[in-house]
């Protein structure tokens, strides 16, 4: 438990909470895109979550190697110990970080949440638009004898009529 092991997790923990701030940005604006159907918008801020979500998993990799190092155990329960096993100011330090990268995180979580909604909603009307444009009713789909989805009431298609 030398300062070292000290300093390069408070290190690690802060490159970890500017990583989920950055992409709680790029959530939100993933949020407003989705909103307005930006679809090239949303393709290129998928592009740009991707290397933070990268950094975050190596980072809580290195976190987990330095807990395995000082004798503690992976998880909530190691990184507690940890920095309950610190001197007063090194642990009211750490508890900052880390209590500031829980709230990041929860962040993250809701608005990633609330996006997959917004995509689950819009996959849902086009399901239904497509139904009605093959002249199926989308209320009464279900599933056939085999497995296959299929539609009870099937009507010439909206597409064959044009």
Sequence with gaps: MSMNAVQHLSSIL????????????????????????????????????????????????????ILNSSGFVPGKAGLDAFIANQESADAIKLQNIVAMLREAAKKCRDLNQINGG???????YLVRALSI??????????????????SQVVRQPLLGRV
């Design 118 to 124: 917004i995509i689950n909603v819009n996959r849902q």
């Design 133 to 150: 444009l093959r002249g199926r009713d989308p209320e009464t789909s279900g599933y056939g004898p085999g497995g296959e989805y299929t």
């Design 14 to 65: 802060q490159s970890e909470l500017s990583a989920s701030n950055t992409l709680a940005e790029l959530l939100s604006e993933e949020r407003n895109a989705l909103k307005s159907s930006e679809v090239i918008r949303v393709n290129e801020l998928t592009k740009l979550k991707q290397p933070h979500l990268l950094k975050l998993e190596q980072l809580a990799k290195q976190r987990e190697q």
